[in-house]
Structures are given as structure tokens and as C-alpha cells.
């Protein structure tokens, strides 16, 4: 199963509304994960089974989807989120992530 | 604290090996499942191989199957990745994590990561 993420990178203002669009190539009901990774760091979880925001991310956080078609949406952009999204899915083996969103100043 | 701690890695010739370890505490190790996860330098992140609870079941990519071997030890709380045949489209920042299924989390996801461990693969 390929994820495939738009756009590829974007930049963006502190405040803004972002979304980030994850499609894979055949239905994986709603298991898809969101993680955000910042440079040097390990992936942090955001957001699984699709829309379950994972405990202590903040509440501008939010996904949705399912089947084939996911959004991950951060409802207004704070200094921290500056940083490389990707989505995965967890429906089958081999488990694949998407090529990841940067999202920069 | 939750924490997993890799080490093993470093510089290796192509056709080398090298034995990652990943070592867990704060939680009950051998009540999850565990993956590996590789991002070479400046590209995405690819799942590399996952075990279950007892070592019974593993998985594996494609390109690292017959190379690379995914086991556990629970009594001593670690997750080795035994790496052969070493190539240098290996070489990257290698990340243990916990690898929640269903019927341990309820959910799947990968959760939490270690900090990682740098394999070079070159002569």
C-alpha cells in the first residue's frame, strides 16, 4: 500500500489554518497514523486510528478520514509546529509512511 | 518515565554486520509489541521489521529479508536488530519503538520512540 502526501512542503504564518492531505492506494479502513518529526529528533505520535488525537497533543490537532482519503488539520499554526508531518498506515504488512509535509515559515 | 535507549551503531564496510540493541523502562516490555523504523540521511521514515509479545511472530520489508533478524529478550527488557550483509543504502538513523496492536492497545500505532541510533555503511 503506497501513501502518497500533499503538498510536499508549504510554508506557512503563525495562526493559519494548515491542512495536509494523505491518499493511499487502497482502502485501509481507519488505520492511519500522523506523527510529527522536528530535525534531529524522533517521530512523535499526533494522531491515530485515523481521528484519536493521542493523549497531550494540543487540541489544534485534528484528522480525519477514512478508507482512502485522510486530512490532517492544524487549526491555527503555533512556533512549535514548524516541522516534517508524516502519515502512516498500520492496515497491512509492509507498514509505509507517507513521504511527509514540511511545513516552514 | 517511558523511555527506549538504542545503541549499536556506528561505521560498518559494505558487507558487514552489526547488532542493534534497544533497551526499554517505565513500562512492561514484554506486554507489547516492538518495530524498528530507519530514516536515511535527509529522506523519510521506513518500517523495518516488528516482533510480537513472545518472539513467536516477525515481520519484515522486503529489501532487509534474509539480512536482517528482529529479536527480544523480555527478561532483560531489549530488542536487538541483528544487521548481515550490510549495504550502503542501510545506512541510516535507525529508531526502536513500541508497536501497539489491538489487542494489547486497543489501536495500532507506534508509540512511544527511542532516540535513535546512526548506522554508516561505507568503506
Known amino acids: 500500500i503506497q501513501l502518497t502526501q500533499s503538498p510536499s512542503s508549504l510554508s506557512a504564518s503563525v495562526g493559519d489554518r494548515v491542512t495536509i492531505t494523505c491518499r493511499a492506494s487502497q482502502g485501509i479502513s481507519s488505520y492511519l497514523a500522523w506523527y510529527q518529526q522536528k530535525p534531529g529528533k524522533a517521530p512523535k505520535l499526533l494522531i491515530y486510528a485515523a481521528s484519536t488525537l493521542q493523549s497531550g497533543v494540543p487540541l489544534r490537532f485534528s484528522g480525519s478520514g477514512s478508507g482512502t482519503d485522510f486530512t490532517l488539520t492544524i487549526s491555527s499554526l503555533q512556533p512549535e509546529d514548524f516541522a516534517t508531518y508524516y502519515c502512516q498506515h498500520l492496515h497491512s504488512y509492509p507498514i509505509t509512511f507517507g513521504p511527509g509535509t514540511k511545513v516552514d515559515i | ?123
Not at chain 2, 62 to 79: E, Q, W, Y
Open chain 2, 1 to 123: 518515565e517511558v523511555q527506549l535507549v538504542e545503541s549499536g551503531g556506528g561505521l560498518v564496510q559494505p558487507g558487514g554486520s552489526l547488532r542493534l540493541s534497544c533497551v526499554a523502562s517505565g513500562f512492561t516490555f514484554s506486554s507489547y509489541w516492538m518495530t524498528w523504523v530507519r530514516q536515511a540521511p535527509g529522506k523519510g521514515l521506513e518500517w523495518v521489521a516488528n516482533i510480537n509479545l513472545d518472539g513467536s511472530e516477525k515481520n519484515y520489508v522486503d529489501s532487509v529479508k534474509g539480512r536482517f533478524t528482529i529479536s527480544r529478550d523480555n527478561a532483560k527488557n531489549s530488542l536487538y536488530l541483528e544487521m548481515n550483509s550490510l549495504r550502503a543504502e542501510d545506512t541510516a538513523v535507525y529508531y526502536c519503538a513500541t508497536h501497539c496492536v489491538i489487542v494489547v492497545c486497543g489501536n495500532r500505532y507506534f508509540d512511544p520512540w527511542g532516540q535513535g541510533t546512526l548506522v554508516t555503511v561505507s568503506s
